[in-house]
Every structure is written in C-alpha cells, then in structure tokens.
C-alpha cells in the first residue's frame, strides 16, 4: 500500500512508520514537528519507500502533497497527547482533532483510501466502569484541563463516524491506551517518562497522591502490531489496542527504580491543579480485539520498561 502517516514522526507514528516500511509499503509521515521530532524518522530517510513532509495538517493538505500521487490508507496519529501537551498546547490539540482530521478525511474520500484514527481511552474520562469495554460513554468533563484532549478526540471519533455514514467512507477507529518505550520524549510528563529520568538522575521519584491509581501500559511494539491489525482487519470499531495488565503507579514507580538500580526515594506529592481529571483507573477490555483479530500484546512490562531505560539512558 502507499500510505499517508501523520504525525509520522511522534512517537508511535515513527515506529507505525517503520513497521509500515518494513513490511514493504511506501510511507509518506507528515508532521509538523510541535511535538514530533525529526530524529524519530532520521533512519528512514533516504529510504526509497519512505518520505518526510512538514506540514500542519490543520492548514490544506493538497499544497502538501503531489495530486498524482494516490494513497490506499491515511493514518491520522497528528495529536499531541501528554499531560503537559493539554496544559500547553490546549488550542492546537482541538484544532488537530476537528480541523486536522476532517482534512485527512477530505482527503481519504478524494482518494478511496481507507482512514484509521488514533484515538483514545482518554475518550472514557475518569470511568465509572470497569474495566472500559467500547460500548461504555464514558465519564469526561467538558471544561476541566484534560478537556481539549478528551473532546477533541471524541469529536475526532464523530466526525469518523459521519464520513462513513454520509459519504460511505472506509474508516477504522482504534482507541490507544496507555504506550510506551523508545523515542518518548524525556521532557514529556508521562509517568513513565517521569519516573526513569527521575531515576536516572538520581532524584526522589514523585507520586502524585498515595499511588493507588491504576493504568495498563502497553509496549510500543505490540501496540503497532495491533493498530495494524485494526488497519487491515474487518472491524470499524472503535477497538480497544491496549494492554488488559492494570498496575498501580506505585508498583511502577518501585519497578521503575529497581529496574534502573537507582537509589531515588519514593514520595507522595499533591495532584497538581493541571492534573484535576486524572482517572483514577483505566483498564482496557480488549475482547473484541481479540476475538475479532487476534491480537494481543506479548511484552511484560519488565521486559518492555528495561528497553525503555536502556534507551533514555543512551540517549544522554
């Protein structure tokens, strides 16, 4: 296939494009680098089945990207999605979820391609159901912090939704839970993120509150083996891809240090106001990926975290 990836140089969408490439597909990443970075995809360049377009996807994508060429799939994973992204990039996160996307979608229905959405399990809010199976609606706020994130990307999910009513466009919805591994941004706000470069520097790894909050963190490389596996299966979704092993952050802060030998302590800090929303718990029901596509991750987080610091680490 000839398929169109942007925000094919942020995190996931670098190693999607990687994956795509091996596999022996033509990629075209298109990012805009606010949060993407260039040495993400700096190993692909010059590969004859890949190339690099900056560009803002909310701005016309058809000054971009050469009429002649075709695509077969167009994968809208443009979205900055950390906790510090909502606090300092709030305007452009709902510009990207409903302008960004409706752009891409123009575009996939002028090309018959099919379109598949990164969303999210932030789509569920703070649950009040547990685990989050797709039929749930969630519990979001429409006005706290978190909110450009949550609404841009449920009103991503609708406007999907409408294209394939309206004008019978060929579209898939995944829904990411929590990711990680290598080409995270150190600086990002994660928890993972967080806790190892606390770590790696030696500094006390912070909690905010008592660290009974649950989140299920998926590696990077399952999580791309199953967004493919939703790109090119049957099911429109949307489809949970995440992990179903729920930790507390605690556990993982204990994890985090001893698997990078460090000495940190552990201490409990306030929730800060920007973090109001956090979800409590967050556990993905992947039945339906499962059965329907038979996919599920394989990578501990042992195994994937030690990955992960290896590479924070390097990357110093």
């Not at 016309?60 to 077969?72: C, M, Q």
């Not at 290598?182 to 905010?208: C, H, K, W």
Request: hydrophobic share 35%.
């Amino acid at each position: 296939m000839r398929v169109l990836v942007a925000g094919g140089a942020g995190f996931i969408g670098s190693h999607l494009s990687d994956a795509l490439v091996e596999r022996g597909d033509t990629v075209v990443a298109v990012d805009n680098f606010s949060t993407g970075r260039r040495g993400n995809v700096a190993h692909l360049v010059g590969h004859e089945r890949f190339s690099l377009v900056e560009h803002d996807i909310t701005e016309s994508l058809e000054v971009a990207l050469s009429a002649d060429d075709g695509f077969d799939a167009i994968l809208d994973f443009a979205s900055p999605a950390s906790p510090d992204d909502f606090a300092n990039l709030p305007l452009e996160i709902l510009s990207v979820g409903s302008t960004g996307t409706r752009n891409l979608l123009d575009l996939t229905v002028a090309h018959g391609a099919r379109f598949l959405l990164a969303s999210t399990s932030e789509v569920y809010g703070d649950p009040l159901v547990h685990p989050q199976d797709e039929s749930y609606f969630g519990n979001v706020d429409p006005v706290g912090p978190r909110s450009c994130y949550d609404e841009a990307k449920r009103f991503s999910e609708a406007l999907t939704s409408a294209y394939e009513r309206v004008y019978g466009t060929d579209v898939r919805i995944a829904r990411i839970f929590n990711t990680y591994g290598e080409r995270m941004r150190s600086d990002d706000g994660r928890v993972l993120t967080n806790f190892v470069t606390q770590a790696l520097d030696g500094r006390p790894i912070t909690l905010y509150g008592d660290g009974s909050r649950t989140r299920s963190f998926c590696y990077v490389a399952d999580e791309v083996a199953g967004l493919l596996a939703v790109l090119d299966g049957h099911i429109v979704g949307p489809v949970n891809v995440g992990s179903p092993e729920e930790v507390t952050i605690r556990e993982v802060a204990e994890l985090v240090r001893k698997l990078t030998g460090s000495t940190s302590s552990i201490v409990e800090v306030p929730l800060p106001a920007e973090r109001e929303g956090d979800p409590q718990r967050r556990r993905p029901d992947i039945t339906r990926i499962e059965d329907g596509l038979g996919w599920r991750p394989t990578t501990s987080l042992d195994a994937g975290l030690a990955r992960m610091i290896e590479s924070m680490r390097s990357s110093d």
